[in-house]
T-cell receptor, first 111, second 116 residues
Framework: GNSVTQMEGPVTLSEEAFLTINCTYT??????LFWYVQYPGEGLQLLLK?????DKGSNKGFEATYRKETTSFHLEKGSVQVSDSAVYFC??????????FGTGTQLKVEL | GAVVSQHPSRVICKSGTSVKIECRSL??????MFWYRQFPKQSLMLMAT?????????EQGVEKDKFLINHASLTLSTLTVTSAHPEDSSFYIC????????????FGEGSRLTVL
């Protein structure tokens, strides 16, 4: 079956630091890949997505590239802010149109 | 974007009682809603797909008599945890899809259930 593995958190960074949150997946066929973000007290929100190999999703300074050869979709941001503190979920949508989520990675950004 | 709201956000109940959680799409109609369960430090697990006007489709291993899902209107789906036990304590999250099969999902804030 499909699965998503992401790095365990929490990840603690200083403001303006570079962020990488690793995500790898296992799936049959050609899934679509997503990053969702959950800010404290709020529901999950779609951050970015990529639907085919080599696509790059980007939003709010975050980027992730769909790498089929390494089955990865790592999330990156060049300079994080305190307001980026949240839980980030990597997910894939495969056959049956169902989303499979990773365990989530908590990011804490400090001044 | 579209707004999905869950109620209540937190609920505490006694063992053996039933608890209902509501999921509403506030500014759009949703023919399909999804219910997830999240344990601490674990991923969201899809429990069931709720279709307006028809029976929900449950994932393998989810007891349909335990977790009753009703999707009576295009803006409301409910999850009722029947005869709750402490092991049912969890974070329950709903989502609704906008557009067709490949439409974007919008999530509720989640409901934390604690069964004493």
């Amino acid at each position: 079956g499909n699965s998503v593995t992401q790095m365990e958190g929490p990840v603690t960074l200083s403001e303006e630091a570079f962020l990488t949150i690793n995500c790898t997946y296992t799936a049959t066929g050609y899934p679509s890949l997503f990053w969702y973000v959950q800010y404290p007290g709020e529901g999950l929100q779609l951050l970015l997505k990529a639907t085919k190999a080599d696509d790059k999703g980007s939003n709010k300074g975050f980027e992730a590239t769909y790498r089929k050869e390494t089955t990865s979709f790592h999330l990156e941001k060049g300079s994080v802010q305190v307001s980026d503190s949240a839980v980030y979920f990597c997910a894939l949508r495969g056959g049956g149109n169902k989303l499979t989520f990773g365990t989530g990675t908590q990011l804490k950004v400090e001044l | 974007g579209a707004v999905v709201s869950q109620h209540p956000s937190r609920v505490i109940c006694k063992s053996g009682t039933s608890v209902k959680i509501e999921c509403r799409s506030l500014d759009f109609q949703a023919t399909t809603m999804f219910w997830y369960r999240q344990f601490p430090k674990q991923s969201l697990m899809l429990m069931a797909t709720s279709n307006e006007g028809s029976k929900a489709t449950y994932e393998q291993g989810v007891e349909k008599d335990k977790f009753l899902i009703n999707h009576a209107s295009l803006t409301l789906s409910t999850l009722t945890v029947t005869s709750a036990h402490p092991e049912d304590s969890s974070f329950y999250i709903c989502s609704a899809r906008v557009g067709g099969q490949n439409g974007e999902l919008f999530f509720g804030e989640g409901s934390r259930l604690t069964v004493l």
